[in-house]
């Protein structure tokens, strides 16, 4: 008699994973020999772990990652790229988010950076990092509407609050006077307050170019890179290896 109307009152508070745990210890054998304290606590545990699986799978949305599915336990690290190992996995602790420190992911075509970023950033969201994901030519086409139509600041806050922020496919295009600034001002709100990803084709010697005015370049990669990590990736790019084995759904 008790069960519909104590469910009742838990989906009414909203406490769906005490209500799914209720209703499976009521039909499981046994559980009659569980105390109070006992039957409480499971349904506590199983409130705490339903909240938090709502909470990372909000910073997911709100990541918007390209690669939803790269998950830290399927980085691939036999294949020859040049990954080390310890450095990366000491990586996906997140202490380098924690110190706001940045990363800079650089190699050819198809080695894995994207993917490997996303995976980052999996682990980061799990930990309950907010995350932003954003292409580099997309963000500055975004960023130019938004001037026009009055969302920058909107646009600004979204880029600079969030705790990690990765920025993919950066180059080989020169940077015009409106991207400079908007870069340099994303960058310099961010500076000592948040973790910047990026990727990018381009080895780090390039970027002062693709940036261009000499002022602004040392400015804007001053602030980027000197208390940054880098993963240099080399080899063969992934997308041949999968085409020529028939799986392009492989680990990355």
Known sequence: MLTHPTLEQLNSLKLDGMAEAFTELASQDGT???????????????????????????????ARL?????????????????????????????????DKRNLMITGSCGVGKTWLACALAQAACRSGVTVLYKRV???????????????????????????????????????????????????????????????????????????????????ILDRLVHNAYRLELEGQSFRKTHVKTGDENNKS
């Open 32 to 62: 009659a020999d569980l105390t109070q304290a006992e039957w409480l606590g499971l349904l506590i545990d199983r409130e705490a772990a339903s909240r938090e699986t709502k909470r990372f799978e909000s910073r997911m949305r709100t």
């Open 66 to 98: 390209r690669h939803v599915g790269a998950a830290p336990e399927d980085v691939d690290y036999k294949t020859r790229r040049g990954l080390d190992k310890a450095l990366f996995q000491q990586l996906l602790t997140g202490k380098w988010i924690r």
């Open 137 to 219: 030519p997309r963000l500055f086409s975004e960023l130019e509407m938004a001037h026009a139509d009055g969302r920058f600041p909107r646009l600004f806050r979204s880029l600079t609050k969030t705790q990690l922020l990765i920025l993919d496919d950066w180059g080989p295009d020169r940077l015009n006077a409106n991207q400079r600034r908007d870069l340099m001002e994303i960058v310099e709100e961010r500076y000592g307050a948040g973790s910047i990803l990026i990727t990018s084709q381009l080895p780090l010697k390039t970027w002062h170019e693709v940036i261009g005015e000499p002022t602004f370049a040392d400015a």
